[in-house]
């Protein structure tokens, strides 16, 4: 399926690991032009490299999502250098647990403010897009913790407002021709990503997780990074203000 991604431009934050480097792979095998960020230099600069062998445009910087100044800085120099942005993802995470407030810190400034600085950074660029090709995109990776609470943790609220500001842009922007999507995973794995932890730390916790999905398994970063990209291109061109859940059924929860 052709999505129409040939020639764009796309931004990713938090694009060298997990569902973040998926979606940019995703992105440049698509033809799209990618611009990622993360905070490790090394990995910024070996993902820069292997996302080039698709013969797309890339680049890439390593950026401090929650420094407000140099995350909007970046993304105007990033729209500078490929001439304009066509979509963005906002799929970095602080991934804090707990409900100290500390942890809700750490999330709201890495999760919230990063989509909020980089949306507001992207904005006028987005609207442009918008205005040259009918079509332009914002799309957030949250989480199906949103809808879920077992303990009083900060991260399953800080990912329903990312959730909730995303209905919200949608409805505002729509006449701009800017679509604002999440997409809200489950359990996902990945070698060195979270789940790889607990399974060699805390093995029986791990088992327990695979138990409560109906499919026995965990999701790959591709089978994220395939919802989001084609939520974010023209392929899904009249989907705007929806949150996808892609968890293999582990949440109960039914959507209307």
């Not at 910024?44 to 910087?61: D, F, H, I, Y």
Request: glycine residues 10%; aromatic residues 6%.
């Amino acid at each position: 399926m052709d999505l129409g991604l040939k020639g764009r431009n796309a931004v990713v934050l938090g694009g060298t690991r997990g569902i973040g480097r998926a979606i940019a792979d995703t992105l440049a095998k698509e033809g799209a032009n990618v611009a990622i960020c993360a905070r490790n230099a090394e990995q910024v600069t070996g993902a820069v490299a292997e996302l080039k062998a698709s013969g797309v445009k890339v680049t890439g910087a390593s950026v401090d999502i929650t420094d407000a100044a140099a995350l909007k800085a970046w993304v105007a120099g990033v729209a500078q250098e490929l001439g304009s942005i066509d979509m963005l993802f906002s799929n970095a995470g602080a991934m804090a647990q707990g409900g100290d407030p500390a942890s809700w810190e750490q999330n709201f400034r890495l999760d919230v403010l990063g989509a909020v600085n980089a949306f507001e950074a992207a904005r006028p660029h987005l609207e442009a897009s918008g205005d040259k090709t009918g079509d332009a995109a914002f799309l957030i990776i949250s989480s199906v913790s949103a809808a879920q609470a077992d303990l009083a943790s900060s991260y399953g609220p800080i990912k329903a407002a990312l959730i909730h500001m995303a209905k919200g842009l949608a409805r505002q922007y729509a006449k701009k021709k800017i679509r604002v999507n999440v997409v809200s995973p489950g359990t996902v794995y990945f070698k060195g990503g979270v789940w790889n932890m607990v399974e060699q730390h805390q093995p029986q916790r791990f088992q327990d997780a695979l138990t409560r999905n109906p499919t026995g398994r965990m999701a790959t970063p591709q089978e994220i990074a395939n919802a989001a990209v084609f939520l974010a291109s023209p392929a899904s061109s009249f989907t705007t203000g929806s949150n996808l859940i892609v968890d293999g059924a582990i949440s109960n929860r039914v959507n209307f």
